[in-house]
């Protein structure tokens, strides 16, 4: 295959990645060590995040075609993009927690996107925080399910009381 096509290729697998992405964020990470970027690997994979070493100018262009406003500006020095088309917070969260765990410098977010809407370094800061779609489904249940358990309670305790009273009598 000719390098024309292997790039055309690499660019068209870029679009896909990141129209088929839910979550996504562009990483600098000069500086990392071996250790960390194995380490940082293995914390994506667990929660199903692809991670992946970029070519800042092929995914340019397919930030381009794709029509991509805020990204491609991003796009320079040593890039890797992490993106999961499953939870739109993971991949700011691991990074995120990645990043305060270790206190390391070496790994700087560029640049967030979450259902086609681009993201500041500190608008993906802050979604890290949020929990992930479990936690937010539980949360939810919970809500849902706090006034059934309340007149459960207070059926139980009339019922209660009227057994009290049967007893007294």
Known sequence: ?????????IVAQMKDTLSEAKGAVLIGYSGLTVAQATELRR???????????????????AVNELGIEGFAEH???????????????????????????????????????VEGAVLSTEE????????????????????LQAPIRNVAYAVKAVA???????AAE
């Open 75 to 113: 796009l320079e020095g040593p890039t890797a993009l992490a993106s999961s088309k499953e939870d739109a917070v993971a991949p700011a969260r691991i990074i995120e927690n990645f990043i305060d765990d270790t206190k390391t410098e070496a790994l700087t977010v560029k640049v967030g996107m």
């Open 124 to 143: 993906v800061k802050a979604i890290a925080k949020l929990p992930n779609r479990d936690g937010m489904l539980s949360m939810l249940l919970s809500v």
């Open 1 to 9: 295959m000719a390098v024309t096509e292997q790039k055309k290729v």
């Open 160 to 166: 209660d009381a009227q057994d009290g009273e049967q």
């Open 43 to 61: 914390k994506f994979l667990a929660e199903g995040v692809e991670y992946k070493v970029i070519k800042n100018t092929l995914t340019r262009i």
